[in-house]
């Protein structure tokens, strides 16, 4: 079940509940199964999520955001760890996703499915055509109104 988890959600989540040495984290990544094709990207997504401090590996204070509160692979130890050394400002995305859930919603939200094989930049460039879309339509839509 964690092998159909990215290798970078599991370092976020792994790296989130303690510092790990790397041959200690490559140790755990392995012991919890990883596919032969991804071993190659663990170093190079490693290099993104963490910081190294006195030879240890750090998750980047930018990527709490990305921690779930509510990991499937945490058990309560490691949710009572990860809370512990989570900054205290911080609002993680369980906790937006749960204010978005009661918040009632002004705005149609603009949707982008993730397709593997389109660059960020493509991905970037579509989310802008479809907010110049929605705001095209709902000025024409405004126009029509005031008529």
């Not at 988890?5 to 392995?30: Q, S």
């Not at 919890?32 to 030879?55: F, P, W």
């Not at 709490?64 to 509160?69: A, H, L, M, N, T």
């Not at 479809?130 to 339509?137: F, N, P, R, S, V």
Request: with cysteine; proline share 4%.
């Amino acid at each position: 079940e964690i092998m159909k988890k990215t290798i970078r959600e599991r370092l976020i989540h792994l790296l989130a509940v303690r510092p790990y040495k790397k041959p200690e984290l490559f140790l755990r990544m392995y012991k919890d199964g990883v596919q032969e094709k991804a071993k190659k990207n663990i170093v190079v997504v490693l290099r993104e999520v963490s910081e190294c401090k006195n030879k240890v590996l750090e998750l980047k204070g930018t990527l709490w955001i990305d921690v779930c509160e509510d990991w499937p692979f945490y058990s309560e130890l490691d949710k009572a760890k990860m809370r512990k050394r989570q900054p205290q400002n911080l609002v993680s995305k369980s906790a937006i996703k749960r204010e978005s859930d009661v918040a009632i919603k002004r705005e149609p939200e603009v949707s982008i499915k993730r397709d593997p094989d389109m660059s960020f930049k493509q991905e970037y460039d579509m989310g802008v055509k479809q907010e110049y879309d929605l705001a095209i339509k709902q000025e024409s839509d405004l126009a029509i109104k005031q008529e």
